[in-house]
């Protein structure tokens, strides 16, 4: 199926350790997002990139570091675990097409991230 | 900066009663308005949207229109059902060259009772 996907789909670890949640999407897009969602539901935007340059990025703090080894994937590592990082993450993927007036975002079906 | 509110949650309705989810925003120049859906468990998925003043977004029965007068985006549906059940979340794109991005409201839970 074309799709973005995401794993892990649970991640439970202990403070301070360092873990990577991976994403990837097979609809040829050339741009891809990382969103968190936190316990009240609210969104918000982490990194974005666009043929594998970083061209968002938040104010997030710098122990999250996304990379991206091809169009295809964006990967998300995080150092230093801390509580506070427990959330839903979600990946998303869209193509840039200067010429319409919006690009449509396609998500991943999200990984919640539990820190103990 | 941009901004979206929607109105505060959760919301309970009986089945096939009549929905209104209230959406506004704030942004510069002109930006795209979507409403998104996340049932349990799952990621989100656009269920409409409105490139433009005055466009209407439907889709599965649910209708969104783009007023620019009041920057506002509300969700209706005539007659909910119980798989409706869902977070809706109202959103703009603030397309820039280098790609897009979605700004969020704060999400509406909905409860449909049989």
């Known amino acids: 199926d074309t799709a973005v996907s995401q794993t892990p789909k649970y991640l439970v670890t202990q403070m301070g350790n360092d873990k990577s949640i991976k994403c990837e999407q097979n609809?040829?897009?050339?741009?891809m997002y990382w969103y968190k969602q936190d316990s009240k539901k609210f969104l918000k935007i982490m990194f974005s990139?666009?043929?594998?340059?970083?061209?968002i990025n938040e104010t997030v703090p710098n122990r999250f570091s996304p990379k991206s080894p091809d169009k295809a994937h964006l990967n998300l590592h995080i150092n230093s675990l801390e509580l506070g990082d427990s959330a839903v993450y979600f990946c998303?993927?869209?193509?840039?097409?200067?010429?319409?007036?919006?690009?449509?975002?396609?998500f991943g079906p999200g990984t919640r991230l539990t820190v103990l | 900066g941009n901004s979206v509110t929607q109105m505060e949650g959760p919301v309970t309705l009986s089945e096939e009663a009549f929905l209104t989810i209230n959406c506004t925003y704030t942004?510069?120049?002109?930006?795209?308005l979507f409403w998104y859906v996340q049932y349990p468990g799952e990621g989100l998925q656009l269920l409409l949207k409105?490139?433009?003043?005055?466009d209407k977004g439907s889709n599965k029965g649910f209708e969104a229109t783009y007023r620019k007068e009041t920057t506002s985006f509300h969700l209706e549906k005539g007659s909910v059902q119980v798989s409706d059940s869902a977070v809706y979340f109202c959103a703009l794109s603030d397309r820039m060259a280098s790609g897009s991005r979605l700004t969020f409201g704060e999400g509406t839970q909905l409860t449909v009772n049989p």
């Open positions: 609809l040829g897009h050339d741009t």
């Open positions: 409105a490139t433009k003043a005055d």
């Open positions: 998303a993927s869209s193509q840039l097409s200067l010429a319409e007036t919006y690009n449509e975002q396609f």
């Open positions: 942004a510069t120049g002109y930006p795209s």
């Open positions: 990139y666009n043929n594998k340059e970083l061209i």
